[in-house]
Every structure is written in C-alpha cells, then in structure tokens.
C-alpha cells in the first residue's frame, strides 16, 4: 500500500518552523526549485498493493535520497544514521 504524508511539519513542532529556520540561499533550497515529483505517485501506484501496511511516501522517499547524495551520504547506513 502507498503511504502518503497526510499531517503537514508544522503539526509536528511546537514553535519551530523549517522555513524560518533553513536561509534562502542554501543548498536544498536550490534543490527543491528544480526537483518536480507531482506525477511520482501516479506512476508508481501500479507498482504498490492496495493490501498491508503502507509504504513511505515515494516522494518523501526520493527526497531523501536526493538529499542523502548532495550532503554526502553515499552509502545506505549513511542514510539511516542521518535520517533516523
């Protein structure tokens, strides 16, 4: 089953606030000008099963990846120490 980010950050804290807090002119930001992902989960959803528990949303996925790459992260233990 695709999972699909359904509550937005802000829910999640208290008075932090990513966009106040992350400058204009860093790297992810320029990053997240250029990534489009909006038809990602139409053309993966043949891919998941509408049965069992839902996945990781596919783009919040990437966006990991992505990130993981351009901070470094080359390997797959990488990733999990940094995002876990």
């Known amino acids: 089953m695709m999972g699909e980010r359904r509550v937005a950050q802000e829910h999640l804290f208290y008075e932090f606030s990513l966009e106040r807090h992350v400058p204009e002119t860093h790297l992810l930001r320029s990053i997240d000008r250029f990534v489009e992902l909006d038809g990602l989960r139409r053309e ?5 099963s509408e049965m069992g528990r839902p ?3 596919p783009e919040l996925l990437i966006r990991m990846l ?4 351009a901070l470094g992260s080359a390997r797959s ?8």
């Not at 233990?77 to 876990?84: L, V």
């Open 44 to 48: 993966l959803a043949p891919f998941y």
């Open 55 to 57: 996945s990781i949303d």
């Open 77 to 84: 233990d990488g990733y999990a120490k940094r995002f876990t």
């Open 66 to 69: 992505i990130v993981g790459t």
